[in-house]
C-alpha cells in the first residue's frame, strides 16, 4: 500500500488541474495515460512509473539524489545507469530538463566570469559550493578560468551525500583539480555544523537547487542561516524553481510532483526577491536560464549585507 503524501499547496493545485497525455506520448501505455489525466493516484500509474524510468526509481528514493541531475545533464550516472528509455528520454528532453542543462551552462558561465574578474586583482579567492553533489557546476565553471589563475581559487564543495562527494573527488584527481577543489561532508544547515572562529570565509557562493524546496520562509531561514560561511559583502549566485515551470511543463511535473511525490516548492518572482530582502541580502540583480529572461528559473545574484 502506498503511503499518503503531504502534498505542498502548489503541488496539490497542479494534480487538480485537467492535463492532457495524448497518443504521441506512446512511450505511456494507453491506461497509463488516461489515469494520468484522471486517476493519477491509482497505484498502476506508480508501478508503471518505477517499472520503466530510472530517473522516477532515483526520485521516489532520494529526491535530492545527485544521479537524477547526472542523468538529465549528461545521459549517464556514475553508478551506470542511463536514460535511455522512452519515459526518461522524455523527461531529460522536456521543456524542464532542457531548464536544467541551461541552468547549469549559464550559471556556470556567470560564475566564471565573476571569479576571473575577482583573480585579477591578484587576491585569493574563495568560493563555497553549498549542496555540490560531485560539483557539476565547479567542473563547469572550472573551464572558463584560465588555468593560471587557479593558483589563487579555492573552491570547497559541500554536501551530505558521501558517494557524491568521492565521485567529486575522483573527477577533481583525474583532471588534475584536486589542489583547487575539497570535499567536504556536512549539514550545512544544522547549527551543529557552524564554521568555527578560525575558518576562512568564503568570498563567494553557488547555492543551486537548494531553494527549489523550500516555502518562502524556510528559504529565508536557509539563507540566514548560510551567512556565517561567509565574509561581509560576500556574494552569492542562487537558482530557484519559479511558477512558470509547473504553469509550461504541467505534464512533466505532474509525474514527477503528484505521482512521485518530489515535494517543489516553485515561487513567483516577487516571492523570489521578498526571500532574500527578508534575510537581509541586497538583490544585485535576478536573470533567466533562457535568453529572453522567461525562464523556470530565477536566478538571483545578491550580497550578503
Same mark, same amino acid.
Given at each position: 500500500? $502506498? #503511503?499518503?503524501?503531504?502534498?505542498?499547496?502548489?503541488?496539490?493545485?497542479?494534480?487538480?488541474?485537467?492535463?492532457?497525455?495524448?497518443e504521441e506520448m506512446d512511450f505511456f501505455p494507453e491506461r497509463? $495515460?488516461?489515469?494520468?489525466?484522471?486517476?493519477?493516484?491509482?497505484?498502476e500509474v506508480l508501478e508503471f512509473l518505477l517499472a520503466a524510468s530510472e530517473i522516477c526509481r532515483i526520485l521516489v528514493k532520494s529526491p535530492a539524489?545527485?544521479?537524477?541531475?547526472?542523468?538529465?545533464?549528461?545521459?549517464?550516472?556514475? $553508478?551506470?545507469?542511463?536514460? #535511455?528509455?522512452?519515459?526518461?528520454?522524455?523527461?531529460?528532453?522536456?521543456?524542464?530538463?532542457?531548464?536544467?542543462?541551461?541552468?547549469?551552462?549559464?550559471? #556556470?558561465?556567470? *560564475? +566564471?566570469?565573476h571569479v576571473m574578474a575577482a583573480l585579477k586583482e591578484g587576491q585569493h579567492f574563495t568560493v563555497?559550493?553549498?549542496?555540490?553533489?560531485?560539483?557539476?557546476?565547479?567542473?563547469? *565553471?572550472?573551464?572558463?578560468?584560465?588555468?593560471?589563475?587557479?593558483?589563487?581559487?579555492?573552491?570547497?564543495c559541500v554536501d551530505i551525500d558521501a558517494f557524491a562527494l568521492a565521485e567529486g573527488a575522483k573527477r577533481a584527481r583525474q583532471q588534475g583539480l584536486d589542489g583547487v577543489l575539497e570535499f567536504k561532508r556536512m549539514d550545512f544547515?544544522?547549527? $551543529?555544523? +557552524?564554521?568555527?572562529?578560525?575558518?576562512t570565509k568564503a568570498d563567494f557562493g553557488l547555492l543551486v537547487g537548494i531553494l527549489c524546496g523550500m516555502t518562502p520562509e524556510e528559504a529565508v531561514s536557509c539563507l540566514i542561516k548560510i551567512k556565517p560561511f561567509f565574509r561581509s559583502g560576500a556574494e552569492l549566485i542562487v537558482p530557484t524553481l519559479l511558477n512558470r515551470a509547473f504553469e509550461e511543463d504541467a505534464r512533466v511535473f505532474r509525474v514527477l510532483c503528484n505521482v512521485l511525490g518530489w515535494q517543489l516548492k516553485p515561487k513567483s518572482l516577487d516571492e523570489v526577491r521578498e526571500v532574500f530582502v527578508s534575510a537581509d541580502y541586497h538583490v544585485n540583480s535576478i536573470f533567466s536560464e533562457r535568453a529572453d529572461g522567461n525562464g523556470q528559473y530565477a536566478i538571483v545574484h545578491a550580497t550578503i549585507v
Open positions: 500500500m $502506498r #503511503s499518503i503524501i503531504m502534498m505542498s499547496a502548489k503541488v496539490e493545485a497542479l494534480g487538480k488541474k485537467i492535463i492532457h497525455f495524448g497509463i $495515460r488516461q489515469l494520468l489525466e484522471s486517476d493519477w493516484t491509482n497505484p539524489d545527485f544521479e537524477m541531475l547526472e542523468l538529465v545533464y549528461f545521459g549517464c550516472s556514475p $553508478r551506470g545507469n542511463v536514460a #535511455s528509455n522512452g519515459v526518461d528520454k522524455w523527461l531529460a528532453a522536456s521543456l524542464s530538463g532542457q531548464a536544467l542543462r541551461d541552468r547549469l551552462r549559464v550559471v #556556470s558561465a556567470w *560564475t +566564471a566570469e563555497l559550493d553549498l549542496g555540490a553533489g560531485p560539483a557539476p557546476y565547479a567542473f563547469e *565553471t572550472l573551464q572558463g578560468i584560465a588555468p593560471q589563475a587557479l593558483k589563487d581559487l579555492k573552491w570547497k544547515l544544522s547549527l $551543529r555544523n +557552524a564554521p568555527d572562529s578560525d575558518d
